[in-house]
Protein backbone atom coordinates (compact mmCIF):
# COMPACT_ATOMS: atom_id res chain seq x y z
CA UNK A 1 0.00 0.00 0.00
CA UNK A 2 1.02 3.49 -0.79
CA UNK A 3 0.55 6.70 0.37
CA UNK A 4 0.23 9.68 -1.78
CA UNK A 5 -0.06 13.04 -1.31
CA UNK A 6 -1.98 15.15 -4.05
CA UNK A 7 -1.87 19.13 -4.82
CA UNK A 8 -5.19 19.56 -6.55
CA UNK A 9 -8.44 18.75 -6.04
CA UNK A 10 -9.80 19.53 -9.49
CA UNK A 11 -10.63 17.44 -11.83
CA UNK A 12 -7.35 15.54 -12.30
CA UNK A 13 -6.60 15.29 -8.93
CA UNK A 14 -9.61 13.57 -8.30
CA UNK A 15 -9.92 11.00 -10.76
CA UNK A 16 -5.84 10.22 -10.01
CA UNK A 17 -7.47 9.83 -6.22
CA UNK A 18 -9.90 7.37 -7.28
CA UNK A 19 -7.56 5.57 -8.90
CA UNK A 20 -5.11 5.47 -6.27
CA UNK A 21 -8.02 4.39 -3.98
CA UNK A 22 -9.73 1.64 -5.73
CA UNK A 23 -5.53 -0.03 -6.58
CA UNK A 24 -5.36 0.43 -2.02
CA UNK A 25 -3.78 3.21 -1.44
CA UNK A 26 -4.16 6.11 1.02
CA UNK A 27 -4.71 9.52 -0.36
CA UNK A 28 -4.05 13.26 0.48
CA UNK A 29 -6.28 15.34 -1.18
CA UNK A 30 -5.17 19.22 -1.00
CA UNK A 31 -7.04 22.22 -2.18
CA UNK A 32 -5.99 25.80 -2.24
CA UNK A 33 -7.63 26.46 1.16
CA UNK A 34 -5.46 23.64 2.20
CA UNK A 35 -2.46 25.40 0.57
CA UNK A 36 -2.88 28.53 1.98
CA UNK A 37 -3.30 27.75 5.81
CA UNK A 38 0.04 25.78 5.41
CA UNK A 39 1.85 27.97 3.84
CA UNK A 40 0.55 31.72 5.02
CA UNK A 41 -0.10 32.64 1.89
CA UNK A 42 -3.20 35.26 1.34
CA UNK A 43 -4.07 34.82 -2.31
CA UNK A 44 -3.60 31.49 -4.48
CA UNK A 45 -4.57 31.70 -7.72
Known sequence: MAQLSIIG????GRAIATVATKGGSTVDL????DL??????????
Open 9 to 12: SGSM
Open 36 to 45: RRHSGLQHCR
Open 30 to 33: LGRS
